[in-house]
């Protein structure tokens, strides 16, 4: 017997929640499926820090992917601010991928995060994500039979979003289970981020892979200003926030080093992005406990939902 949803050939559409614990690999997935770097990348937990939405249109379907902060503890505003951003999209959706690390043990966080889903009660599909790391992939049984106990998931998909591999297998289930509908973006629309926002974003990753423990916490990222010189040149600024001023001197470095070596890399991925030249300059600015600052988190665009 065939499924409710494939009976037929028509054209489906819909929002889909990608929630999961930090690290997951949430954002590498919304990057690889869109193909363009929206979303901040790194090995630092808690590197996304609001809804970040993806548009992935194919011959049979079109996906609204809403990536979200890793589900933790919320300590500061910023981080309430971030838990809203998960509960939002998970309200807000027509299904819900949760994506797990397969190559760790289960934990608390993981339970956490399947409570969410199950609040939430709408469909959702399991991946499990970086097989890739995983030698003996007989460890993934006892994953599946354990989640397999705890919802009514419509599909497990494991896969390696890093390597790619066996993500179309998750389209295709994707699509699947979305309602049908027309597309609600037009073919060359990727993702609802402005120019101004992805740029601060790309800042941001690479402060993130060059700086240690501390620092990725305490740092934000804002483009202040983008003249668009010419069609092919641009102008970018951008302010580098930090808490105190032993943070700014490690995000600068020796004799500026850091804050060269980011700039630099930045660059390279904001030229790709936008298809031109950019010249970009990085202020660093010290603004006390901005991360339990309500203005200071609108002005960066944290936003509170609703
Ligand atoms: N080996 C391996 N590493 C992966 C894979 N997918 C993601 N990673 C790595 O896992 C780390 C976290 O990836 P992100 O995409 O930033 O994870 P996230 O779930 O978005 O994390 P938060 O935004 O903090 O919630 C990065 O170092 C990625 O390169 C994968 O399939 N295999
Ligand atoms: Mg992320």
Same mark, same amino acid.
């Given at each position: 017997m065939l499924d409710e949803n494939e009976q037929n050939g028509s054209y489906r559409s819909g929002y889909v929640a990608l929630v999961g614990r930090p690290n997951a690999g949430k954002s590498t997935l919304l990057n690889r499926l869109v193909g363009e770097k929206i979303a901040a990348v790194s090995n630092k937990p808690q590197t996304t820090r609001h809804q970040i939405q993806g548009v992935i249109t194919k011959p049979e379907g079109q996906i609204v992917l809403v990536d979200t902060p890793g589900v933790h503890q919320p300590g500061y505003l910023l981080n309430r601010r971030m838990m809203a951003a998960v509960h939002d999209a998970l309200d807000g959706v027509d299904l819900v991928v949760l994506m797990r690390d397969a190559s760790v043990s289960t934990g608390n966080g993981d339970r956490f995060v399947l *409570? =969410? @889903?199950? /609040?939430?009660?709408?469909?959702? +599909? =399991? @991946? +499990?994500? $970086?097989? *890739? $790391? @995983? /030698? *003996? $992939?007989? /460890? =993934? +049984?006892p994953l599946l039979e354990w989640y397999g106990q705890q919802y009514d998931w419509r599909a497990f998909v494991p896969l390696s979003a890093r390597r790619g591999e066996n993500v179309e297998a998750l389209v295709a289930e994707i699509i699947k289970h979305l309602p049908e509908g027309e597309p609600l973006f037009a073919e060359d629309e990727f993702t609802d981020q402005s120019v101004r926002a992805m740029v601060a974003e790309i800042v941001r990753e690479k402060i993130l892979r060059t700086t240690g423990e501390e620092i990725p916490y305490v740092t934000a990222v804002v483009t202040e200003k983008y003249e668009q010189e010419r069609a092919d040149f641009a102008h970018i600024y951008c302010a580098i926030f930090v808490e105190r001023a032993s943070q700014k001197k490690i995000v600068i470095g020796k004799g500026a080093e850091r804050l060269k070596e980011v700039g630099t890399s930045a660059r390279h991925d904001i030229e790709r992005l936008v298809g031109h030249r950019v010249y970009l300059e990085l202020f660093v600015r010290v603004q006390e406990n901005w991360r339990n600052s309500e203005r200071a988190l609108d002005e960066i665009g944290i936003k509170k939902q609703r």
């Open positions: *409570d =969410l @889903v199950k /609040q939430s009660g709408k469909p959702a +599909l =399991l @991946v +499990l994500n $970086k097989t *890739d $790391k @995983v /030698q *003996d $992939k007989s /460890q =993934l +049984l």
